[in-house]
């Protein structure tokens, strides 16, 4: 076996030779003409002049080995549905979506918003797009009508793709009145909208934009829409996700790198053979759900397990059940879940055979050593904890137990992988930490590796501004992410540098969460901070000053308008960004200069030092949230 630190080494000093190796990986109508283009630093072009297709490297290329073999299996314990899709079948329905979408009018280039519950559809309209050279927004389901509004205005889709409902612990969560209202506040009017109905709930339909998947499938039934041959630096697709800023960025993706990076994580990383199952419990609204449920697994040629539902119901044994029934060898899910079965009877992951499973991969937020421990004693198997982006697209930060075997260290994600140069900078003197403990923003020297975001969608200068210029003199990325490093290398995350807020794995910036809260009538000022959480890591806390002070004169109107506050969340960006509670303040702290102290109020609300406090307007206005929050 070759040594992880050569293979490394290698993908960054040899780069061109490294990545033209693992562009073997997948198929290529015409192969690349240059490997690495980086003549305009950050922008980096993979493989240009190679034509290739996502849709035909996940689909049609098994078509000659395994055309008979599982491809997604789609699982709702919420309708009680299981099916399993065959690569020859999966083939079929997504060539009907594809001349659903080409009679809709949509070419190479134009964008398609999919708006869905977790259903086999949602997966065949993703594949669709790529076969066609569409790029897919998948925009999270969980998201409300605010949040879906700002996402059609910026991708500007020609078709919608959604569903009358989804389903969240037996209960119906209609999806089609949200899309209505969003497009209603949209400025960008889709000329489409295409609905799947599942019988949950009733739709009224547009005339002339809405049509009905269902008929509309039936007249495609033998229609065959070839894969369109895009280059390799064509997108693929934008994927929104939340920053400093309250508008959410569209991260754009392109199609040979990410591909190719898909490929060899599948072969390097999570070690997924051809013909095994894969079960990755993420949705996907998230880039778990583009990397690890969709396209890494069945480019690899793996089936993929698709699941709707909750990891307990109709018992906390159910993901257990699937492990069993479909023999998954690699499974993906996050902290937060393993967190929630934690709670539950230990029994249910005793009564089911768990011997084809290998790994269990964790990402999305830090994973804390007693979670780590509990699971990896339950599971009897490595538990790799990865760390990595929606811009990055697959793992930054792991171990890659298909090039070397490392051990696991609870608490870190890992070291580096190959094709990242990632480094620790000191934030205040730019410089870097090199020694074992040493604190500091990780920061990563590009160009950077195949599957990277290309840019931020339709605004490269706010993909410069915002990843590539945070350090002075120095053009590197910014993960915007805590760390140290020990003395093997390993790193050890510690948390955002900037306002961005991680709940139960879902990523949320407290700016778009603050300027929701702000549109209340009655609201004069917010801070959202994010607060250490048991279970779900974090969760989003606000402080509000109001207008008319006589509205909280007491518990029970206090109680009432918090309650509005969370309800406006609700509906404008989903119940996922509601702040777990609403306090009612005099006084935000803020500087002398009007910043608003965050790091301040978040530490005073998980009873730590508030830290340096010298620059602090008024310490009274602390001080309220301190004896909110009285130290234990
Ligand atoms: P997202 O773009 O939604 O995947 O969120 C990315 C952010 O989640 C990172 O910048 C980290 O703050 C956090 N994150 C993701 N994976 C991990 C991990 N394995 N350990 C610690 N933090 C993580």
Known sequence: MASFADFHARSLNDRDAFWAEQAQLIDWQTPPQEICDHSNPPFTRWFAGGTTNLCHNAVDRHLKDRADQAALIFVSTET???????????????????????????????????????????????LACTRIGALHSVVFGGFASGSLASRIDNATPTVVISADAGSRSGKVVPYKPLLDEAITLAKHKPSAVLLVDRGLSAMNLVEGRDHLYGPLRDKHLNTEVPCEWVDATHPSYTLYTSGTTGKPKGVQRDTGGYAVALAASMKHIFQGNPGETYFSTSDIGWVVGHSYIIYGPLIAGMATIMYEGLPTRPDAGVWWNLVEKYKVTVMFSAPTAVRVLKKQDPAFLKKYDLSSLRALFLAGEPLDEPTAEWISEALGVPIIDNYWQTESGWPILTIAN????????????????????????????????????EKGVVVIEGPMPPGFMQTVWQDDKRFVDTYWSSIPGRMVYSTFDWATRDKDGYFFILGRTDDVINVAGHRLGT??????????????????????????????????????????????????????????????????????????????????????????????????????????EDPMALKQIQDMFPPA
């Open 402 to 437: 298909g090039i070397e075997k490392a051990p696991s260290k609870f608490g870190s994600p890992g070291i580096p992988m190959y094709g990242y140069n990632v480094k620790l900078i000191n934030e205040n003197t730019n410089e870097e930490m090199t020694e074992p403990g």
């Open 511 to 616: 700016r778009e969460i603050e300027e929701s809260i702000s549109s209340h009538p009655n609201v004069a000022e917010v801070a959202v901070v994010g607060v250490a959480d048991q279970l779900k890591g974090q969760v989003a806390m606000a402080f509000v000053i109001i207008k008319d002070p006589s509205k909280v004169a007491d518990d029970a109107a206090k109680l009432t308008l918090e309650g509005e506050i969370m309800k406006v969340v609700d509906s404008q960006l989903g119940a996922v960004a509601r702040p777990s509670r609403v306090r009612f303040v005099t006084a935000l702290p803020k500087t002398r200069s009007g910043k608003l102290l965050r790091r301040a109020i978040q530490a005073v609300c998980e009873q730590r030092d508030a830290g340096d406090l010298t620059t602090i």
């Open 80 to 126: 009680n549905q299981e099916v399993t899709y065959t690569f020859r079948q999966l083939h079929a329905e997504v060539q009907r979506v594809a001349a659903m979408l080409l009679e809709l009018g949509i070419k190479k280039g134009d964008r398609v918003l999919i708006y869905m519950p977790m259903i086999a559809e949602a997966a065949f309209a993703m």
